[in-house]
C-alpha cells in the first residue's frame, strides 16, 4: 500500500511541476525581460514618467508662468532647484510641466504613425499587386526625404506649432511601420494556418485581422518602442528649431533654444532641460532593447 | 560592372520624378500668398499681381509643374523669395560646406563605431560589451543640439580652443562634426557589433581559431570582412539620418551650409528656396544610397551583376 501511495504522490508531483513550469510565450517573454536589469529599471523610470505627467502639475512648486522679475537668471538653489530662467520662472516646474507635452507629442505621433502604417503595411502585404505598388512606391518617395526634413517640410507647409509636429513626425514614421508590416504579412500570408483559414472560408478581413496581425505584433511593438525615443528627441529638435512649440509652453527643446542666449551668464537654464530630454528618451530606447531581445525568438538562453 | 551601374542610375530616375512632382504640389500647399510676400504688406494690389505673373504663380498648375521641370533639366531652381537671388547661387555658395561636414562626420564616426562595435561583439556578454552599449544607446539618445551646446561650453567658452560659429577654418567643423557624428557612430556601433556576434557563431571562424590564429587576425580578417557588406548597407542608410541631423547641428553653430538656409526658408516661407532644398537633400540621399547599392555588388561575390 505505501508503495502505491508514493507512486501517486510522486505523479501528483510531475502533474504539480508541470504546470508551475509551463511556458506560454507571454509568460517566456516577461521571463526574458526580467533578467535584463537595465530594462526593468528604464521600465521603472518610464512609469515614473507617466505618472509625473499625469500628477506633475499638483506637485511643482511654483506656477510654470509665474514671472519674478526680483530673481531672474539664477543657479539651482534651494528655493529653485534648477534655478530659472530670464523671466525668473522657475526651471524646475516647467521642466516637470514639460513631460507631459513631450511624453504626448511622441506617444501620439508614433501611435498615428503604427497605426497608418500597420494597416498600409497589412493591405498592401496581403492584397499585392496594384494597391500594394502604390503603397510601396509612396513608401519608396518618402523614404527618399533624409531624415527630419520631411518633417520639416510638413511644418513648412502647416506652418509651426506643436500639433502640426505631431503630424509631421506621424508622416515620418507611417512609412517604417508600413514596410515591416508588408514584409511580416508577406511571408504570413503563405503559411499553412492563414491557407486553411482560407479554406475553411474565412472573410479577408477576419484572416488580416485574427490570423496575419497576431504574427506581426510583436515586430510592431518593438518598433513602437524604439521609434518613441526617436519620436521624442525630433518632436524637441522641431521645437528647437522654433517650428514646434511656441513661447511660453514650458517645451524643453523650445526651452534648450531660449537658453542659448545666456550660455555665458546661466548655462543651467540648457543644462536640465537637455537632461530632460536624455533620460527620457534613453529610458524608452534601453526599454525597447530589452524588449526586442525579450520577443526574438532567435535568442534563447 | 559598368551594366550594372547604368542599370541602378535608370532605376533610381522614377523615384527621382516621383520626389520632384511630390516635393513641387507639396509645397504649393503652403499657405499664404507668395507674391503678397514678396510685394511686401504696403504694396497695393496691382503691385501683387504683376509680381504673380513675374513669378509665374498666375499660370495654371500644369503649366507651371512643367516649366518647373523644364527649368530642372536647365538647372533653374527659380529665384528666392528672401534674398531675390537665383536659388542655384544660394545653395552653390553652402552645398560645399554642407558635404565637407557630412563626409568629415561619416569618415570618422563609421571608423570609431566600427571599432566600438567589434569591440563590444568580440567581448560579448563581459564588461567591455557592456560598456560599448551603454556608450552608443546614450548617443543614440542625446540631443544634438544639447550636446553641441555642451562642447561650445566646454571648447569655446572654457578652454578657447575652438571657434563657436562659421566656417572659416578646419577648427570651425570640429565641434559640429562631433555634435552631428555621434548618434551615427552608435548606431553604426549598435550594427557592427550584432553582426560580429552572428558572424562569430560561423564554422569558419571556429575553423580559423582551430588553426590557432591569432585572436586579432580572426576577428579582422575573418569575422570582420564578412560582416562590412551589412556594414556598409547600415552606413549607406544612416547617411539621411546624417543630412538631416546637419540641419539642426548646423542650426547650433550657425554653421554656413544648406541646412541653416533649410531653416530660414522655412521662417520667411520662402518656398522656392524650400523645395530646391527639400530637393537636394533628397537627391544628395539617393545618389548616396545609389553608391552603396554599387559597393554593395562590389564586396559581396554572390551578387550576379547580370
Known sequence: ?301 | MLKYIRRRILGTLPTLLLVVTFVFFFVRLIPGDPARLVAGEQATQADVEVIRVKLGLDKPLGTQYIEYLVGLIKGDLGTSLRTKRPVTTEIAGRIGNTLKLAFITLAWSTVVGVIMGVWSGRHRGKWQDYLGMTISVSGISIPSFWLGFLLIMLFSVKLKWLPTTGASSWKSFILPSVTLGVAIAAIIARFTRSSIVETLKEDYVRTARAKGLKENIVIWRHAFRNSLISVVTVVGLRFGFLLGGSVVAEAVFAFPGLGTLLVESVNYRDYPAIQSLILIFSLQFLVINLVVDILYAALNPEIKLG
Open chain 1, 1 to 301: 500500500m505505501p508503495i502505491v501511495q508514493t507512486a501517486a504522490d510522486t505523479a501528483c508531483e510531475a502533474v504539480r511541476k508541470e504546470k508551475a513550469s509551463i511556458r506560454t510565450p507571454m509568460a517566456d517573454m516577461v521571463r526574458k525581460f526580467r533578467k535584463q536589469r537595465n530594462s526593468v529599471v528604464a521600465l521603472a523610470f518610464i512609469i515614473i514618467l507617466v505618472m509625473i505627467a499625469f500628477f506633475g502639475d499638483f506637485l511643482i512648486p511654483y506656477q510654470i508662468n509665474e514671472y519674478d522679475y526680483s530673481a531672474t537668471l539664477e543657479g539651482p538653489s534651494g528655493a529653485h532647484w534648477f534655478g530659472t530662467d530670464e523671466f525668473g520662472r522657475d526651471l524646475f516646474s516647467r521642466i516637470i510641466s514639460g513631460t507631459k507635452i513631450s511624453l504626448a507629442v511622441g506617444l501620439s505621433a508614433v501611435t498615428v504613425g503604427a497605426l497608418c502604417g500597420t494597416i498600409l503595411g497589412l493591405l498592401g502585404g496581403y492584397y499585392r499587386g496594384f494597391i500594394d505598388a502604390i503603397i510601396m512606391r509612396v513608401a519608396d518617395t518618402l523614404f527618399a526625404f533624409p531624415g527630419i526634413i520631411l518633417a520639416i517640410a510638413i511644418v513648412a507647409i502647416l506652418g509651426s506649432g506643436l500639433s502640426n509636429v505631431v503630424i509631421a513626425v506621424a508622416v515620418f514614421s507611417t512609412p517604417t511601420f508600413a514596410r515591416l508590416v508588408r514584409g511580416k504579412t508577406l511571408s504570413l500570408r503563405t503559411s499553412v494556418f492563414v491557407q486553411a483559414a482560407k479554406n475553411l472560408g474565412a472573410s479577408d478581413a477576419r484572416i488580416i485581422f485574427r490570423h496575419i496581425l497576431p504574427g506581426a505584433v510583436p515586430d510592431i511593438i518593438v518598433q513602437y518602442t524604439m521609434s518613441i525615443g526617436s519620436s521624442i528627441l525630433t518632436a524637441s529638435s522641431l521645437s528647437f528649431l522654433g517650428m514646434g512649440a511656441q513661447p511660453p509652453t514650458p517645451e524643453w527643446g523650445l526651452m534648450l533654444a531660449n537658453g542659448r542666449n545666456y550660455i555665458l551668464t546661466a548655462p543651467h537654464i540648457m543644462l536640465f532641460p537637455g537632461l530632460a530630454i536624455l533620460f527620457t528618451v534613453l529610458s524608452f530606447n534601453i526599454f525597447g532593447d530589452g524588449l526586442r531581445d525579450a520577443l526574438d525568438p532567435k535568442l534563447t538562453d
